[in-house]
């Protein structure tokens, strides 16, 4: 058994990019784990790789800043919404929403959903200058500090922080604000991954460069098109903007990550339909070789390219002669034009696409053709419509979003860029367009896709916008009213009209439900960098936590440790203390925990057939330091029955 007592640093979100790095190139490192460039690049130029001295990128002011804000701790914690969650139709749900601002929370997420997401569909700030967009943080540096942690001058920090701090709506505050949150949203994506960002003029240009810095230049898929259907008149329009875009982008380049949607009539087309004779194309010509008995095919390269102007078959083709013994009969390209012809694919595709063919046979003659698809890709042009009719149906004839986007549009993103299976992340989620588009279509094709929504808690104008306004607090009785609370309250009215729209469908497998988390701040004087429990006993004092205090710690830690935010929890009876174990972490959080309470422990180990830890998490604020040594000094020399190597962790 290999058990370690550890400490862990900050939360935050993962740097596999680094992570990489050190297995590939460990005498890149120093002792202190900082990065050595020189040592990397004389490294690769062993192996004949040259650096370019020129190259095209993109920069701005606060570029710097955002790679920090990119991979710094988070401030928060998770907290669930117990009451919400624990209703009939979400307690078992594997859809999420989440509160909160969304750099946060795909800070949260990027452990547990690491390469787990599908697509993500995000409509961010258009910054148009009247959509309300202005550059919000509550990080507080220094000029200095500034200077070391993102490696700036001082002049170029003391302009950083003048706009970070100033409710800019820049060009470069837009793009401060965009990178980080793209960068952690790369992450999330699985390798054969998708990302729809929709954006009008005002960004587009800017969008597209910094979506080529983060995803690479070579994944762009394609600028979407949306009719918009709006009209514009007056003295001041030269021009009307009635079209709106989406850009798309692929995690890797060439994964199949988009689906041909668009059903054409499924037809076969002969395999020797080609443009031109064998001679332009030797490497075309080869024999396929049929056996009608098990109906196996095999090409194979045999002619001999110096009489392929004989145009004589029998001259150009050799007969292999322990094929035809076995029954199997050659099938070759034949004449056109008085030409020698050629087979439409490789000997190489041929054999990748071995699947899409069939052989014809008519009086002893037989022929190769091959399925044509029976769907079309999609076109990067569309005409949706906006959400205003739809989402005012759902509460009653009130308008309370403006311009949200169609289920109609979302869905065919969603129906192009995911599977029935997939998890869908929208992390600007606002009137949750996303996850009503995931409700119907499941409810429609009987799938299981899940969603993750994130929204920010923004305060509702009650001059701006009074009807939303009204209606959360008069109608959701909630006293400050936010878009989270209108976000919240589509899904449920969605929820209930698929279920009313399908009276006469079993729904009894389709998730309506969802779960609510949301971040809340990390206590006053409390921080993830103690390095043994001493030091931290003057500076936080942990008596004032409350239960809810240590619920939100436990969930910020599994999600941390990869556990998703929907796994289930099992309370651990150990002779009177409980424990909470999830996917085979075991978490020691509260007070009280004893020598006997280890013993059972122990024993549970060894007898319970389903309770198998290989991480054992106990809250450090809450033992004595004798006690955490007897807990590591025990597990490390017990040797279990199921001879599980455990893992001892301390946490402050």
């Given at each position: ?528 960098d103690s390095e043994e429990l001493e030091k931290q006993t003057s500076l936080f004092d942990e008596s004032k936590l ?107």
């Amino acid at each position: 058994m290999n058990i370690e007592q550890k400490v862990t640093g900050n939360i935050q979100p993962p740097n596999k990019d680094l992570e990489i790095l050190k297995q590939n190139f460990p005498n890149c490192f120093d002792k202190k784990g900082e990065f050595d460039f020189e040592k990397f690049k004389i490294q690769l130029s062993k192996n004949e790789i040259n650096f370019s001295k020129e190259s095209y990128g993109m920069d701005w002011l606060g570029k710097s800043y955002a790679r920090l804000l990119a991979t710094d701790e988070t401030t928060t914690l998770l907290k669930e919404d117990e009451t919400f969650n624990q209703k009939k139709e979400n307690s078992n749900s594997e859809n999420l929403l989440i509160k909160g601002d969304n750099l946060e929370v795909l800070k949260h997420l990027s452990n547990a959903y690491y390469e787990k997401v599908k697509m993500i569909y995000i409509d961010p700030p258009y910054n148009t200058g009247s959509d309300g967009f202005v550059y919000a943080d509550d990080r507080k540096f220094t000029v200095e500090e500034l200077q070391e942690l993102a490696g700036v001058n001082e002049e170029r920090a003391k302009r950083i922080l003048d706009f970070t701090q100033s409710k800019s709506n820049s060009h470069s505050a837009w793009l401060t604000f965009m990178y980080p949150r793209l960068y952690i949203a790369k992450q999330l994506l699985k390798e054969d991954g998708v990302i729809f960002v929709s954006i009008d003029d005002n960004e587009v240009a800017q969008l597209r460069l910094l979506m080529d810095e983060v995803f690479g230049e070579e994944n762009f898929l394609a600028q979407l098109n949306i009719i918009t259907g709006a009209n514009q008149s007056g003295d001041g329009v030269k021009i009307q903007k009635n079209i709106e875009y989406c850009l798309v982008y692929s995690k890797y380049t060439n994964s199949k990550c988009i689906t041909r949607v668009d059903k054409v009539k499924e037809s076969y087309r002969d395999l020797t339909d080609a443009p031109t004779p064998l001679e332009t194309r030797e490497d075309m010509g080869y024999t396929i070789y049929y056996s009608p008995k098990t109906k196996d095919l095999i090409p194979i390269h045999d002619y001999d390219k110096s009489k392929i102007a004989s145009n004589d078959t029998e001259q150009v083709y050799a007969n292999d002669i322990d094929l035809l013994k076995k029954g199997y009969l050659p099938i070759r390209p034949g004449f056109k034009n008085n030409k020698l012809h050629r087979w439409r694919w490789g000997i190489e595709t041929f054999k990748d696409r071995i699947d899409e063919i069939v052989v014809f046979e008519n009086d002893g003659t037989f022929s190769v053709k091959f399925k044509q698809k029976g769907l079309n890709p999609p076109k990067n042009y569309h005409s949706f419509g906006v959400g205003t009719t739809e989402i005012k149906k759902l509460f009653d004839e009130i308008q309370v979003f403006d311009y949200p986007k169609g289920t109609k549009y979302i869905k065919y993103l969603i129906s192009i860029g995911s599977s029935k299976e997939d998890i869908i992340l929208d992390f600007f989620a606002g009137s949750g367009t996303t996850g009503d588009s995931v409700l119907q279509l499941n409810a429609k094709d009987g799938g299981q896709r899940k969603f993750i929504l994130a929204q920010l808690p923004e305060l509702i104008d009650q001059k701006s916008n009074k009807t939303a306004y009204d209606f959360v607090k008069n109608e959701l009785k909630i006293e400050t009213p936010t878009i989270f609370d209108i976000t919240k309250e589509r899904l449920i009215r969605a929820s209930k009209k698929i279920q009313e729209d399908n009276k006469d469908k079993d729904l009894s497998n389709q998730d309506l439900g969802f779960k609510v988390f949301e971040t809340m701040p990390i206590w006053e004087d409390y921080n993830f960098d103690s390095e043994e429990l001493e030091k931290q006993t003057s500076l936080f004092d942990e008596s004032k936590l409350t239960q809810e205090d240590i619920k939100a710690l436990l969930i910020t830690w599994k999600t941390y440790d990869g556990v998703a935010l929907t796994a289930s929890t099992q309370e651990i009876n150990l002779n009177g203390y409980t424990a909470h174990y999830s996917s085979e972490k075991l978490y020691l959080m509260d007070k009280g925990f004893t020598t006997k309470n280890l013993k059972t422990l122990l024993e549970k180990i060894d007898s319970d057939k389903i309770f198998n830890p290989t991480t054992i998490i106990a809250f450090g604020y809450h033992f004595e330091s004798k006690s955490l040594r007897e807990i590591s000094e025990n597990i490390k020399s017990y040797a279990n029955k199921k001879s599980i190597d455990i893992d001892f962790i301390t946490r402050y």
